[in-house]
């Protein structure tokens, strides 16, 4: 019995791996996955089995629910098998195989429905489409029924609303708690309730024992209680002067890591490491943290989550300010005496659903992050739909914005950077994506535009305007469209980068013409399905001096074109190594007639409502609207 079994088995194993290629070629739908909506996008997932020649795609559309007409949407990306390494790490991760992607352009508040449909030459098992419903979120907003709270700060004798106290943390906890009796009483605050800050510096003394703010030692506001989506515990400022918390030099001013659907607004923030400390790995992450319309100086980092179990943040229309020296760019490494590491990561999040948006970020090490600290945790949510959108960042030693560490649908678009050290914008590494980056506008980073590094797989990059050098390192299954690149350097390549998939994609870019440099264009880049995911050494090195010689040997680029800085309005060349560029007077907007002008192509979801023949390159299409950058009113 036992050898008839065994036999039986053996027999099962020799098909399965010897079947015939068609067989394996087909694809199988498995589990279809919606992702957290944000305010603007939302993010799918549909895992699969099979499709071996990887010619299976799924097609997108969307529609408001009730009405009639389906609206094309960005199809998901292919990924799977990419295999991602790198930085002297131990381990090498292989990405699924699934379909992932995203739908952008959707209005806040509202129901949608979805419609995908896989397809594949080879033949499809299981259910083909699937129809889903989705809800994007509304920007959070204070409740109004609740209780409210008036905090004053110490020492005012003015008159006051009640029930009024002194301090945050007596408002929040209960009076007379000081010393080692402040978190005695149960959190007086209930979901709902809104506590207003009157105006003033509220400065505590973590040196001296039985302190009125009650911030012994540790400095920090540690809140714990629970609001919910509906009902957020509110922090304000009561809107009769500036509200100011200064830290006292502490690590952390408002440890959130407990606190879920807690709202702050108005406040300004200073003389602290961390401002908002919102969750550690392994330990515990804040959900619905939102950080609104403050103003915080003088700090590390003003919003920091590590923890995979943090979820729907939404940091807006804030004004953050590091240490960093304002008149000159310095990187971190390469000088003999580099920037110093006085203020980290302006916002850095992990997890899913969070939104940052119309920020102003000057003088830190890098603005934007998405948290990078290792492979997708097993059991935890993985770390997907996350949107940067609209900041506006100025003078980093390292990068304007980094969706490292991403797994899926993290969404980078219509922001603008001026003068970064090291790169522009950074995917080190992502964990099969699909990244997107669209829109941006990146000014004067000495390094490379694109910081792709530990071979990041699922990349889109689409309608940008780089004024610095294409330099791009090592990526898998990458997408390039529409984007201007005008390095500055006559000396430098116009194009320098390694792809380890054959199905990695380059058409419609716009070069800078460079004058000095022999051989232009340069790609790295497998020949063969077999050489897919192979070490970068073992490529070669493909060198061309023309755009057009690019097509001719490698396939690539052949909608390519050569640019200058003529193209644009005023933009000028920023040709002084760590010098500071003004934002003012510089205009994007590209000339009437110019070479960029209906050069690239319509990508659905993406350049909808273009004007004229064609999409324009780069990140503003001539006679659309601006985008508002920073703040809003």
């Known amino acids: 019995m036992k050898t008839i079994v065994l036999i039986t088995l053996l027999t099962s194993f020799l098909y399965i791996n010897w079947q015939p290629s068609s067989v394996a070629d087909k694809t ?307 000088f003999e005496e580099p920037a110093p590491l006085t203020s980290y990561v302006a916002i850095k999040v992990y997890g899913q659903g969070h939104v940052v948006c119309h920020n102003t970020i000057s003088f830190f090490h890098d603005g934007i992050s998405v948290d990078t600290h290792g492979l997708p945790e097993e059991g935890k949510p993985r770390c997907a739909s996350i949107d940067f959108y609209r900041n506006d960042i100025f003078n980093m030693a390292d990068d304007f914005i980094e969706a490292d560490g991403g797994v899926h649908n993290i969404r980078v678009f219509e922001n603008r950077g001026f003068n970064s050290y090291h790169a522009s914008l950074s995917a080190q590494p992502m964990f099969g994506g699909p990244v997107y980056f669209i829109r941006n506008i990146c000014y004067n980073t000495p390094g490379t535009a694109l910081k792709y590094m530990i071979r990041p797989a699922g990349i889109y990059t689409y309608n940008n305007t780089f004024i610095t050098e294409a330099a791009i390192s090592v990526f898998s299954n990458g997408h390039f469209r529409n984007n201007i690149f005008l390095g500055p350097s006559d000396s430098r390549p116009a194009l320098s980068a390694t792809t380890l998939t054959t199905y990695t994609t380059m058409d419609f870019n716009g070069y800078r013409k460079k004058s000095n440099s022999e051989k232009p264009y340069r790609l790295r880049y497998p020949t063969s399905n077999a050489q897919n995911q192979a070490d970068e050494k073992e490529l070669t090195w493909v060198e061309a001096t023309t755009i057009k010689e690019l097509s001719k040997l490698t396939g690539f680029e052949t909608h390519g074109v050569e640019l200058d800085f003529d193209v644009f309005e005023n933009v000028p060349v920023p040709d002084k190594r760590g010098h500071i560029y003004a934002v003012e007077g510089v205009n994007f907007s590209l000339r009437k007639g110019s070479k960029a002008i209906d050069a690239g192509v319509a990508i659905p979801n993406i350049t909808d409502g273009f004007v004229g023949k064609s999409p324009d390159l780069g990140a503003l299409e001539a006679g659309g609207a601006m985008p508002v950058y920073g703040p809003r009113n």
């Open 28 to 334: 199988m739908a498995d589990e279809f996955i919606v992702e957290p909506p944000t305010l603007l996008c939302a993010g799918f997932e549909w895992k699969i089995f099979g499709d071996d020649n990887r010619n299976a795609t799924v097609s997108v559309e969307y529609r408001k629910k009730g009405d009639t007409q389906w609206k094309q949407g960005h199809p998901l990306l292919r990924i799977g098998d990419e295999k991602v390494y790198g930085h002297d790490q131990r381990w090498v991760y292989t990405v699924p195989d699934m379909f992932a992607g995203s739908i952008f352009n959707l209005e806040p508040g509202t129901s949608y429905e979805g419609r995908f449909i896989l397809t594949d030459p080879d033949g499809v098992s299981g259910i083909a489409e699937k129809v889903v419903t989705f809800e994007t979120r509304k920007e959070p907003q204070p409740y109004a029924g609740g209780q409210t709270y008036h905090v004053y700060p110490m020492g005012y004798d003015g008159p006051k609303e009640s029930p009024a106290f002194t301090g945050l943390n007596a408002a929040y906890y209960g009076e007379g708690n000081q010393g080692d009796w402040w978190m005695v009483p149960e959190p007086r605050v209930q979901p709902g309730d809104v506590i207003l800050v009157h105006a003033g510096l509220y400065k505590g003394d973590r040196r001296k024992y039985a302190h009125e703010l009650a911030l012994d030692f540790h400095g920090a506001y540690v809140l714990t209680q629970k609001g919910t989506p509906e009902k957020p515990i509110t922090i304000k400022a009561a809107g009769d002067g500036e509200v100011i918390f200064d830290g006292d030099g502490a690590y952390r001013l408002f440890d959130v890591m407990a606190a879920d659907y807690h709202y702050f607004e108005g406040l300004t923030i200073r003389n602290t490491e961390v401002a908002f400390y919102a969750g550690l790995k392994r330990v515990m992450g804040a959900s619905g943290l939102t950080v609104k319309r403050c103003k915080m100086e003088d700090i590390g980092m003003a919003v920091m989550t590590h923890s995979a179990d943090s979820k729907d943040f939404y940091i807006a229309d804030n004004t953050l300010i590091g240490r960093h020296e304002p008149d000159t760019l310095i990187g971190w490494y390469g």
